[in-house]
């Protein structure tokens, strides 16, 4: 977080007035309403991307500080929302910050995050970032954690305006549909998702698994996935099927140092599983969908922070896993 450091003129007995509030525009790209002018920063020691470029404004005033950035591409068709809003999230969190909240947001049709972050040194910042085709467009917020979040930081974020409008419907990361290899099987990611391949066992023919996993804003989106020993999920009993899904399960809690929570019937297609909650410490809640087609078993996986709610973006994750006929 950049701040300058203003020094405030004080006339002792002079009665404070109330600050007047202005919209300023940035670059004909967006304007915002502040009680302080904010003033262009210095960016040339600021480390940016390969083809990208920052600019950034900043204000203070009393204990509170103002902040504008605009991140800019020059080359647009390498850029997408999920890898700009991610690399956004990332760059936020520094040793011994605390994530305190964070959520989707869509603004004048413009996919955007939302975040609030405890600083070590004593400070709370609020911030919002928009992707906005060929620039990220930000906005910050900053005051002593010792104090009540004033009332100006909201009226300061929400009187950011985007100068022209996106197409999107609704908040939350766009998930696209991604081929898991060879396997005939597909699945929504938020970004191309990374392949691995393991062992089960340590027999000299080993069964194997495979894992596509994906992140998106500290959120990981897994699909796991291998054959079963059985000719196919319609000659497994239905305590057979019971005791899969156990195992399946109990295979992600060890693998994420969980505990198991809430426990249900659920239907991914045309295939009945088993959906279980999550919990990973205070700070970490996620959930496991598990379930057969044909011979295939896989357990679909996603986990974040607590802190941050996105359950349209789950939901359509858990649902999106699909098979070639």
């Excluded at 040339?44 to 605009?70: L, P």
């Excluded at 917020?141 to 909201?154: A, G, K, N």
């Excluded at 989106?221 to 109990?250: C, H, N, P, S």
């Excluded at 909650?277 to 496991?288: H, Q, R």
Aim: proline content about 3%; charged content about 20%; glycine content about 8%.
């Amino acid at each position: 977080m950049l701040l300058l450091n203003f020094c405030a003129l004080l006339i002792a007995g002079q009665k404070k007035s109330a600050p007047i509030w202005t919209a300023q525009a940035f670059e004909g790209r967006a304007t915002i309403s502040a009680p302080v002018k904010l003033a262009k920063f210095d960016t040339a020691s600021v480390r940016v991307g390969e083809g990208e470029e920052v600019d950034v404004w900043i204000a203070k005033s009393e204990a509170n500080a103002y902040q504008v950035t605009m991140l800019k591409a020059r080359d647009t068709s390498k850029w997408k929302s999920a890898v700009l809003l991610n690399g956004f999230a990332s760059g936020l969190i520094k040793e011994g910050s605390k994530l305190i909240g964070e959520r989707d947001l869509l603004r004048q049709g413009w996919l955007g995050l939302a975040m609030t972050l405890q600083e070590q040194a004593g400070a709370t910042i609020v911030q919002r970032a928009f992707f906005c085709g060929d620039v990220l467009i930000g906005a910050a917020f900053s005051y002593p954690t010792s104090q009540q979040r004033p009332p100006e930081s909201d009226r300061f974020l929400d009187s950011l305006r985007i100068a022209t409008n996106g197409l999107h419907k609704q908040a939350g990361v766009e998930l696209t549909r991604f081929e898991l290899g060879g396997s005939g099987i597909s699945a929504l990611f938020p970004r191309k998702p990374t392949k691995y391949e393991g062992a089960l066992d340590q027999s000299a023919n080993p069964q194997k698994f495979f894992r596509y996993s994906a992140d998106f804003a500290f959120r990981s989106f897994l699909v796991f996935y291998r054959d079963t020993t059985a000719a196919g999920a319609a000659t497994i009993t239905g305590e057979q099927r019971k005791q899969i899904y156990a195992a399946a399960t109990q295979e992600i809690v060890r693998a994420f140092e969980a505990k198991e929570g809430k426990k249900r019937e659920c239907s991914v297609g045309k295939d009945a599983g088993i959906r279980t909650e999550l919990s990973m410490g205070g700070d970490m809640k996620g959930t496991v969908v598990v379930f057969l087609h044909g011979i295939h078993l896989l357990s679909v996986v996603e986990f974040g922070p607590t802190a941050y709610d996105a359950p349209s973006t789950v939901e359509s994750f858990l649902a999106s896993v699909q098979f070639k006929s």
